[in-house]
């Protein structure tokens, strides 16, 4: 391996740039219909793929319910495997002492009757089918489709990706709450006319903001970073480990540079203030290890016929790379890499690694970190 495959291994690019060819793979979990076609274009709501989930399966004892053993369970069923039943329908019943006594057996839910058992005396409904709708996430064009599983989408446009989101995909106008990129996110700058917007403040966005938001009818929230506590607090539990964005908040939230009171970077909040108005697709889901996926912001660009290759390619480490602490003590920093040590370097934990030398943005101070620490700004 290279020593630009290592440093570029050990440092996965976060994307800031306003001109990104995008394709997003919207694939159902089940085979099902595709509602497009190739070369058509589509807004970010319109209905690209559905399926249906089989239903859920209730299991419901009639052996135990009847109190008889479950080899007579058929004497004294009402239904037959295959049957449509209704919430509370009568499926079985028993008269016994000329019937003074009565027992009955109801299905639970809405369903079909899956499988009846004389061995286990149980009778299996599966619930109506979960109807899953797939939307084309961004306005674009569909390049390809995938049978009856999947379409890709492409668009270009502006790409802007963060350190942390939580809750899924969202799109609306892009509105801009605060003036400059340090300016704390709070909830007076959140006015009425906010529905259906994606906000994005500067710094640190406050616990009563996002609440205020959400009042308003806001789709997301995109600023500099959060108090953790108050990221806790808006999420109703301790923030997990595990990938992010399948949070029911009502409200989406990316975070392009971290936690406490850390401003936007000025060219990403330059970026989203030229396009104020302009619409745009969010999406909060996050996963850091095991595969990287970073919460973004796409902002379409309609007519924009530039070709991939105009991109800026994606370089690696180098000195004078753009980069962004991701571990303690400077999580969150923003740095310049001046030095790239050839040999491996005794870290305080012992353990000899790859190191880079980085200037801090805030301080200036010169201090060495692990290059498994650090990601690529890529502009």
């Given at each position: 391996?290279?020593?630009?495959?290592q440093?570029?291994?050990?440092?996965?690019g976060l994307?800031?740039?306003?001109?990104a060819?995008?394709?997003r793979l919207?694939?159902l979990?089940?085979?099902?219909?595709?509602?497009?076609?190739e070369?058509?274009?589509v807004?970010?709501d319109?209905l690209?793929?559905?399926t249906e989930?089989?239903g859920?399966?209730?299991?419901?004892?009639?052996?135990h319910?009847?109190s008889?053993s479950p080899?007579?369970?058929?004497?004294?069923l009402?239904v037959?495997?295959?049957d449509e039943?209704e919430?509370?329908?009568?499926?079985?019943?028993?008269?016994a002492f000329?019937?003074?006594?009565h027992?009955i057996?109801?299905a639970p839910?809405?369903?079909?009757?899956e499988?009846i058992?004389?061995?286990t005396?149980?009778?299996?409904?599966?619930?109506?089918?979960?109807?899953v709708?797939?939307?084309?996430?961004i306005?674009?064009?569909?390049r390809?489709?995938h049978g009856?599983?999947?379409?890709?989408?492409?668009?270009?446009?502006?790409l802007?990706?963060g350190i942390?989101?939580?809750?899924?995909e969202a799109?609306?106008r892009?509105?801009?709450?605060?003036d400059?990129?340090g300016e704390?996110?709070?909830?007076?700058?959140?006015?009425d006319d906010?529905?259906g917007?994606?906000?994005?403040?500067?710094?640190?966005?406050?616990?009563?903001?996002?609440?205020?938001?959400?009042?308003?009818?806001?789709?997301?929230?995109v600023?500099?970073a959060i108090d953790?506590i108050?990221l806790?607090?808006?999420?109703?539990?301790p923030?997990g480990?595990a990938?992010?964005?399948?949070?029911?908040l009502?409200?989406?939230?990316?975070l392009?540079?971290g936690?406490?009171d850390t401003p936007?970077?000025?060219?990403?909040?330059e970026?989203?203030?030229?396009?104020?108005?302009?619409?745009?697709?969010?999406?909060g889901?996050?996963?850091?290890?095991?595969g990287?996926?970073r919460?973004?912001?796409?902002v379409?660009?309609p007519?924009?016929t530039?070709?991939?290759?105009t991109?800026?390619?994606a370089?690696?480490?180098?000195?004078g790379s753009?980069?962004r602490?991701?571990?303690?003590?400077f999580?969150?920093?923003?740095?310049?890499?001046?030095?790239l040590?050839?040999q491996?370097e005794?870290i305080?934990?012992?353990a000899?690694?790859?190191?880079?030398?980085?200037?801090?943005?805030?301080t200036?101070?010169?201090v060495?970190v692990?290059?498994a620490n650090m990601?690529?700004?890529e502009?």
């Amino acid at each position: 391996m290279t020593m630009a495959a290592q440093t570029h291994g050990y440092t996965p690019g976060l994307r800031i740039t306003e001109r990104a060819v995008i394709r997003r793979l919207r694939r159902l979990p089940l085979p099902g219909r595709v509602h497009v076609e190739e070369g058509q274009d589509v807004a970010a709501d319109d209905l690209v793929a559905s399926t249906e989930l089989p239903g859920n399966v209730v299991n419901v004892n009639i052996a135990h319910e009847l109190s008889i053993s479950p080899e007579d369970v058929k004497d004294f069923l009402l239904v037959e495997e295959g049957d449509e039943v209704e919430a509370r329908q009568i499926i079985a019943e028993s008269r016994a002492f000329w019937g003074l006594f009565h027992s009955i057996a109801r299905a639970p839910i809405h369903g079909t009757i899956e499988t009846i058992s004389e061995i286990t005396g149980q009778v299996l409904i599966r619930g109506e089918p979960i109807e899953v709708e797939v939307d084309a996430y961004i306005d674009g064009t569909v390049r390809e489709v995938h049978g009856n599983e999947a379409v890709l989408i492409e668009t270009r446009g502006a790409l802007i990706q963060g350190i942390l989101g939580v809750g899924g995909e969202a799109h609306g106008r892009i509105k801009i709450l605060c003036d400059e990129p340090g300016e704390v996110c709070t909830a007076d700058l959140v006015v009425d006319d906010c529905e259906g917007c994606i906000l994005v403040g500067g710094g640190r966005v406050t616990l009563e903001a996002l609440h205020a938001a959400r009042e308003a009818g806001a789709v997301a929230v995109v600023s500099g970073a959060i108090d953790d506590i108050e990221l806790d607090e808006f999420l109703g539990e301790p923030l997990g480990v595990a990938i992010t964005g399948q949070e029911r908040l009502g409200l989406s939230l990316i975070l392009t540079e971290g936690f406490g009171d850390t401003p936007m970077r000025r060219r990403t909040f330059e970026l989203l203030a030229d396009r104020e108005g302009e619409r745009a697709s969010v999406n909060g889901a996050t996963q850091i290890r095991a595969g990287v996926i970073r919460p973004e912001v796409i902002v379409p660009e309609p007519g924009a016929t530039w070709d991939a290759e105009t991109e800026q390619p994606a370089l690696g480490l180098s000195v004078g790379s753009q980069v962004r602490l991701i571990r303690p003590p400077f999580f969150g920093l923003l740095a310049e890499v001046v030095e790239l040590p050839e040999q491996l370097e005794q870290i305080p934990t012992e353990a000899l690694v790859r190191v880079a030398r980085v200037r801090l943005e805030d301080t200036g101070e010169v201090v060495t970190v692990p290059r498994a620490n650090m990601e690529i700004i890529e502009e």
